[in-house]
């Protein structure tokens, strides 16, 4: 609400009414019509039309940095990718996933200025997503919140997320995802999409149009996927629903309703290593569906590339699979009380379930098998409100608000028996949850509390200068039951059991804006942002989450832990013309307690525990510029630099780790990001491309994987009416155009402090979709 700078354009694309520059809801009253008109007339005068953009747009009128994506961007891709990847054109932004579409969630990577996705706020309407995680605890990630096709654009703050902002993880930056509106008009679309890889997605979505004279409409949609790996067996599958209604009520208020269902099942890519991509190559890849291949290789018979391997044991295994379903619902009432005070509440649900599958060969079966399936079933239940009042005065717009979520997580970790070779196979282990369970080494559930409050001002101190200034106070409780625990197969330890709580009264954040010459403008912001501690299953080992350890060293260490928090410094410039759209900001982060996993006491026998091991400090510049030469034509560049080194050397069971004026792993100091995009006629094509420069794999910065230039391209032709079909459409798109050989995901399994960790995922080679649409 207030927080978030937007033009009125922008916001009305997304969420269908319109917003002051400050981002306040407009009252529909005439005092209200009255006093946003000047600064409609001006944003609009200082920024092209919304029809000609693509890469659109650098926070103009915002107090902190913010780039919004809009619908026309998003439709560049295959119909499918997921959102965050279009994200991936951003200054300072990088996501990495192993498959072209973003949808292999495993691999699923996004960092924004140094900081990892479970350190990012993400949101749906205003709804809390979690941190984006592949084993959320607390949320879902967007590809399974919604429809891609049903995105209407993506407001992205790459400094620190707006003080009412849903996260209880936003230390460097939050996504807000909004949800496209159903259409005044009876009809609908249809969508199919073929590849690479035998990629077969189809989406329909029916719209009911207006209904009544109030406007009372709603939309249903169903999107089907399927895509087999670009290297190995196995294969990607996911059906998803959604249906969103909208009734429109008096003063410009209206009541809406979103409602969301998503199943998939995924098979994994192989996590390689350095060892790996030399000895075997980029294409080493599971068995399945090649159970004697695994089976032997359990036994110690390797086949002849993999037994060059220093590690020919995990080379590779039979498979590791994902199956999940999920519902996610929510009710948002706007209503606009008079002119000048909005109140605005969302009550929301989702529930999770499913289970994920490694063939180990650690731990054989009772019948002899070298094999067993380890299973785990994550499961979340959780509800929760959010409410703000706006209230606009003068020059000030007050908003306060509050969120309260209660959450339920699951997990538990489960062993089952495999046949004996010439007795069966193990078959395709998402086709339902493993049987013949032979044991259970633990099970546990937490439950959550968290309550957020926020309280802020927008102070337009001259038609030109306007400073936000607000903060919020935030408690998580969380603690865990063990329901149940055999001390003889975690290495003769107790499952950690306990409660945290995370809070800070105070987390204050202040902004500026200042427009000080026509089309120019300034702006600077400070924040103080905390996250709470994640939660994860003991042993899981990569989620930095107290809860991994045993209970020893959870009792050592909870009594001093604190959750990590930090310090957000930005300002920068803005240009913007109809012609030249430009951004140079500068920042500084200051992380502390910073939570990591550490081994310490003898190193024959170490203790695994979430130590405080002190902070990282950050400096970076990013620069964006969008040239509109031609009408139609536009010319994107932005470059981006972040020094982020880690503060001081870390003491584990091997020793003293030299750490100190390290950089952090998993993200580059140096991005280049790139895009020309051309509308003429019936046509509209784009080219685009990202240079990425090495990134370390460990903590000591001993090993890294090569920076890698990739560029895509994209042609689309409209026929128009056909018969009875309109806005016939067929679009063309190529993924890594040069066929480049690159690592993507890197950290997904955690980073060691040395060596050549088994932590990086590669990416897909050059791979071909078609797309055909139409509306009826």
């Given at each position: 609400m207030?927080a ?8 009305e694309?997304?969420?269908?009414s ?15 019509r ?5 600064v ?8 092209p ?9 650098y926070?103009?009128g ?6 919004s ?9 295959v119909p499918?990718t997921?959102p ?8 300072g932004?990088m996501?990495q996933?192993a ?7 495993y691999s ?6 140094g ?13 809390p ?5 592949f ?7 967007i590809t399974?919140?919604?429809?891609t ?16 902002v ?9 996504m807000?995802f ?8 009876r ?9 690479s ?6 989406f329909?979505?029916?719209?009911s ?9 709603f939309y249903?949609s ?8 670009w290297?190995g067996?196995?294969?990607n ?14 003063r ?7 409602f969301?269902?998503s199943?998939?099942q995924?098979?994994?890519?192989q ?5 790996y991509?030399h000895t075997?190559g980029?294409?080493?890849?599971n ?5 004697t291949?695994?089976y032997e ?12 391997t220093?590690d020919?044991?995990?080379a ?5 699979t ?5 519902f996610?619902g929510?009710v948002t ?6 002119e000048?005070?909005n ?10 379930s499913g289970?994920?599958?490694?063939t180990t060969p650690y731990?054989?079966?009772p019948?002899g098998?070298?094999?067993?399936v380890?299973?785990?079933n994550?499961?979340?239940l ?15 717009t007050?908003?306060?608000g509050?969120?309260y979520e209660?959450?339920?997580f ?8 495999t046949p ?6 193990l078959?395709?282990p ?15 559930k937490?439950?959550t ?11 337009r101190?001259?038609?030109?200068l ?6 919020r ?6 603690g865990?039951?063990v329901?149940n625990?055999v001390?003889a197969?975690?290495?003769g330890n107790?499952?950690a059991?306990?409660?945290l709580?995370a809070?800070?009264a105070?987390l204050p ?13 300034l702006?600077?912001?400070v924040?103080?942002?905390m996250r ?14 107290p ?20 310090w ?6 803005r240009?913007?013309t109809p012609?030249?759209s ?8 200051n992380f502390s307690?910073?939570?990591?996993l550490?081994?310490?006491?003898p ?14 400090t950050t400096?970076g510049v990013e ?5 509109r ?6 010319i994107y560049?932005?470059?981006s630099y ?5 503060d001081?050397?870390?003491?584990t069971?091997?020793?003293l780790?030299?750490t ?32 990425l420069?090495r ?5 000591t910065?001993?090993a890294?994987?090569?920076g890698?230039?990739l560029?895509?391209?994209g042609?689309?032709y ?6 009875v ?9 190529i993924y890594?155009?040069f066929?480049?050989?690159y690592?993507a ?13 088994q932590t ?7 791979q071909f979709f078609?797309?055909?649409s139409?509306?009826f």
């Open positions: 207030g978030f700078a937007q033009q009125a354009t922008a916001a694309r997304r969420n269908g319109a917003a002051s520059a400050d981002g306040t809801p407009v009252r529909r009253g005439a005092a209200g009255a006093a946003a008109r000047p409609a007339r001006q944003a609009a005068a200082a920024r039309a919304a029809g000609s953009e693509t890469i659109l747009v926070g103009q915002s107090t902190r940095q913010m780039t994506v809009t619908r026309t961007m998003l439709a560049e891709t499918g997921s965050m990847k279009v994200l991936n054109r951003l200054p932004v996501y996933s498959d072209p579409f973003g949808a292999y969630e699923s990577s996004l960092y924004m200025r900081f990892s996705q479970s350190q990012l706020g993400f949101t749906l309407d205003d709804v997503l979690g941190d984006q995680q084993n959320n605890y607390n949320g879902l990630s399974r919140a919604i429809s096709d049903n995105v209407s654009g993506v407001d992205v703050s790459q400094g620190a997320g707006a003080i009412d849903a996260s209880t993880s936003n230390l460097g930056g939050a807000q909004h949800s496209r509106d159903p259409s005044h008009q009809g609908g679309t249809v969508e199919q999409t073929f590849g890889n035998s990629t077969f997605r189809t329909v979505r029916l719209d149009g207006d209904l009544n004279a109030t406007g009372t409409r249903v169903y999107a089907r996927t399927s895509l087999n790996l290297k067996g196995g294969y599958y996911s059906d998803q629903a959604n249906a969103k209604f909208v009734q429109p009520l008096a410009g208020s209206s009541l809406k309703a979103f969301d269902w199943s998939i995924q098979f994994d890519y996590d390689m290593s350095l060892d991509l075997v980029s294409h080493l890849s068995y399945y569906p090649d159970y291949a695994a290789a359990a036994q110690g018979k390797f086949r002849p590339q993999i037994a060059k220093g020919p044991l995990d590779a295994y039979y498979a590791g994902a199956n999940r379903q999920d996610l929510d009432l706007d209503e606009n009380l008079n000048h005070l109140w605005k509440t969302t009550l929301y649900g989702h529930g999770d289970y994920s599958t490694w731990t054989p079966s019948n098998s070298p094999l067993s380890r299973t785990q994550p499961g979340i959780r509800g929760g409100a959010l409410s703000a009042l706006t209230h606009r005065y003068g020059a000030n007050f908003n306060m509050v969120w209660f959450g339920q699951t997990e538990g970790r489960y062993f089952s028996s004996l070779l010439g007795q069966g196979t078959g395709n998402t086709d339902h949850f493993p049987t013949d369970i032979f044991s259970n080494p633990w099970a546990e937490w439950q509390s968290t309550f957020q409050f926020h309280v802020q001002d927008t102070y101190i001259t038609p030109d306007k400073v936000n200034a607000g903060f106070s935030m408690v998580v409780r969380s865990n039951q329901i625990q001390p197969l975690n290495g107790e499952v059991q306990g409660r709580t809070s800070n105070f954040q202040v902004s500026a804006n200042w427009r000080f010459l026509p089309h120019q403008e702006f600077f912001d924040s103080h942002n709470a501690f994640p939660e994860d299953g003991y042993g899981t080992n990569v989620s930095a989450t809860w991994t350890a045993n209970q020893k060293a959870f009792t050592a260490t909870a009594r001093t832990l604190k959750p990590e928090t930090d957000v410094y930005e300002g920068g410039y240009y913007t012609l030249v430009g951004l140079l900001s500068a920042y500084r982060m307690n910073r939570l990591q550490v081994s310490t006491g190193i024959v026998a170490p203790t695994t525990a979430v130590q405080n091991v002190g902070g990282v400096n620069g964006s510029v969008t040239l030469p031609l009408n139609g034509l536009s560049n932005s470059i972040a020094h982020s080194t880690y001081q050397n870390v003491q069971s091997s020793g780790e030299p100190k004026g390290k950089l952090i792993p998993n993200y580059p100091t140096l991005m280049y990001k790139g895009s020309i995009a051309y509308e003429w006629r019936d046509w509209t094509m784009h080219i685009d491309g990202n240079y420069s990134r370390f794999i460990t903590y910065d001993d890294k994987v090569p890698y230039f560029a895509n391209v042609a689309r409209r026929f128009g009416k056909l018969s079909l309109k806005n016939v459409t067929a679009s063309f798109n890594n155009l066929n480049k050989t690592v995901t890197t950290g997904e399994l955690g980073n060691s402090f040395t060596g050549s960790p990086f995922l590669m990416g897909a080679p050059r078609g797309t055909i139409a509306d």
